[in-house]
């Protein structure tokens, strides 16, 4: 009944910008924390941002502290990362999360499908 589905991926040169949105349904969306992972192929799933109840404590992974930045709306239950900066690492399928806690860690809920992230060099 849970359903978290992710927009916003494409296809950019590296330096560019690009926003992912998650927009949520099935939950009560202020009572999750909120996650973004990334996955490439072949790859283990990396965590890269979390985002508390609150909207007050934010974590990142190291390689994309300072270029990207996680948020929330709880009025549109949507979570968003801000990317900046894009590198051609960078490219992965990104997933978002809900779960009762912000953890770097697979600990979550629910997940979304994903959605494809390709930076060119």
């Known amino acids: 009944q849970v359903q978290l589905v992710e927009s916003g991926g494409g296809l950019v040169q590296a330096g560019a910008s690009l926003r992912l949105s998650c927009a949520a349904s099935?939950?009560?969306?202020?009572?999750?924390?909120m996650g973004w992972f990334r996955q490439a192929p072949g790859k283990e799933r990396d965590f890269v941002a979390t985002?508390?109840?609150?909207?007050?404590?934010?974590y990142y992974a190291d390689s994309v502290k300072g270029r990207f930045t996680i948020s929330r709306d709880n009025a549109k239950s949507t979570v968003y990362l801000q990317m900046n900066s894009l590198k051609p690492e960078d490219t992965a399928v990104y997933y978002c999360?809900?779960?009762?806690?912000?953890?770097?860690?697979?600990?979550?809920?629910?997940w979304g499908q994903g959605t494809q992230v390709t930076v060119s060099s």
């Open positions: 985002l508390s109840r609150n909207g007050i404590s934010r």
């Open positions: 999360a809900a779960g009762p806690a912000a953890s770097m860690f697979n600990s979550y809920d629910y």
């Open positions: 099935g939950l009560t969306f202020s009572s999750y924390a």
